[in-house]
């Protein structure tokens, strides 16, 4: 009966989640009960929760994760001093005379938002709430347009520098600099395909993708491309110096997070956007998102010491490494759970609850873990966008005007959850993908 309070464990844990509980107290709790039923059991003693301060402070000490704040920080910044929204009507005017124009601008700045913000929901709703009311206003099918907008708002999750992958990185006990440069490639291969959809749905379906009529175009001159400069180059250079600060080994993540923020702070002062609610309300967003992440790791933390003293990560070890198939074994068994458990919960939970128990058995049979976080990754980006859970379309749904119906948002996500699927198989074919930069 014992060697089944492990896996019980994660049944009540999951019991609590799943009936609305919040997650971080559902860990810590499930923690409790079970630290009592393993006394009783005399498994252990109270003694083993003597260990769980020294492991709260590590947390609080971990500078990996202190970038975590200031990359929220860095793309909030930009979202709420408007900057994001100068980058998508500039590049719109820019697109606009196209087939299509107005989804591939939206492709493009999802790219560059997913670089600024690394935050799912930011990406989306600022895009729906600036992108999507002008491109239904010039005859966009609301299946094309929920659909780019929604999957290249999840581009956050796989293109550098992002909060998911920093966070990955941690619970994996990797480089953020490799995972990083494991993640370019295949985001901007992904961004890519989404732009080649694109372009074939304008082609196949001229009247999906109209181009903007010639009163809302604004000529392609001297004046446009000096917009297009002024307001692309700046966001643009602000991340390459972030990126390329780690890439050179000049800075860590969080040095670079840290000259991300004020890099954001000081562009919007540039251009007389730095106003005291806008900086209220990145620090708002920031200190919530972050309190979010401290105290799914302070829960899970809790949940990881009891699990491992009833034995559970033993458990889950055999478990995974005598898989039928061996890596691909465990390959399909990570990629199956990731994608369900995407559909219900958050990023950072998932991280927390399930990349300790892989991990391990990813080491134990050889497989490179830069590669797996990416794969990790992109999985994730499929599940947000899956039908009819994924957050990233309700986050859509939120923004999205009510003539637009919720079965055109899951029907418009259809074809890129198709594209996200061809990223995945390709990096698990081709693992020079990833591993290539390295």
Do not use: H
């Amino acid at each position: 009966m014992t060697d089944l309070l492990g896996p019980l464990m994660f049944v009540v844990v999951f019991g609590f989640i799943f009936s609305g509980y919040p997650v971080a107290f559902s860990l810590g709790g499930t923690a409790l009960i079970f630290a009592a039923v393993g006394v009783a059991a005399d498994l252990f003693d109270w003694s083993l929760l003597s260990l769980f301060p020294n492991r709260v402070f590590g947390v609080m000490e971990n500078q990996i994760l202190l970038a975590v704040p200031f990359f929220i920080f860095m793309g909030t910044m930009l979202e709420k001093s408007k900057l994001a929204e100068d980058l998508l009507t500039t590049i719109g005017q820019l697109f606009g005379p196209l087939r299509g124009g107005l989804a591939l601008a939206v492709v493009f700045v999802g790219a560059l938002l997913a670089a600024a913000t690394g935050v799912v929901g930011a990406s989306v709703v600022a895009m729906g709430l600036i992108s999507l009311p002008v491109m239904l206003r010039y005859g966009y099918d609301p299946r094309l347009a929920t659909g780019v907008i929604a999957a290249s708002g999840t581009l956050g999750q796989i293109i550098p520098p992002s909060v998911v992958l920093i966070v990955l990185a941690d619970q994996m006990g990797i480089s953020v600099g490799d995972l990083f440069l494991g993640s370019l490639l295949p985001g901007i291969l992904l961004a890519g395909m989404y732009a080649l959809y694109v372009v074939a749905v304008a082609f196949v379906k001229p009247a999906w993708a109209p181009a903007l009529p010639p009163e809302a175009r604004v000529g392609i001159g001297w004046g446009l491309l000096r917009r297009v400069v002024l307001v692309l180059l700046p966001p643009l250079g602000l991340i390459l110096l972030v990126l390329g600060s780690i890439f050179a080994g000049v800075a860590t993540p969080t040095e670079a997070g840290a000259l991300g923020a004020c890099g954001a702070m000081a562009l919007a002062a540039i251009n007389r956007r730095l106003s005291l609610s806008a900086l209220r309300d990145t620090m708002r967003y920031t200190t919530k998102l972050t309190s979010m992440v401290v105290w799914l790791l302070v829960g899970s933390t809790a949940f990881t010491l009891v699990f491992r003293g009833l034995y559970g990560d033993v458990w889950i070890e055999e478990l995974l490494t005598g898989l039928p198939g061996g890596k691909i074994g465990l390959l399909v068994v990570a990629n199956l759970a990731i994608f369900i458990l995407g559909f219900f919960i958050d990023f950072f939970e998932i991280a927390f609850i399930v990349l300790p128990l892989l991990v391990p058995a990813a080491k134990l049979l050889g497989i490179d873990l830069v590669w797996f976080g990416v794969m990790i990754g992109m999985n994730l980006q499929t599940s947000f966008l899956t039908p009819p859970f994924g957050f990233a379309l309700f986050y859509l749904r939120g923004v999205t005007p009510p003539e637009v119906a919720t079965t055109q948002i899951y029907r418009g996500a259809v074809p890129f959850i198709v594209i996200q699927l061809v990223g995945l198989g390709l990096i698990c074919v081709f693992p020079e993908l990833v591993t290539g930069l390295l």
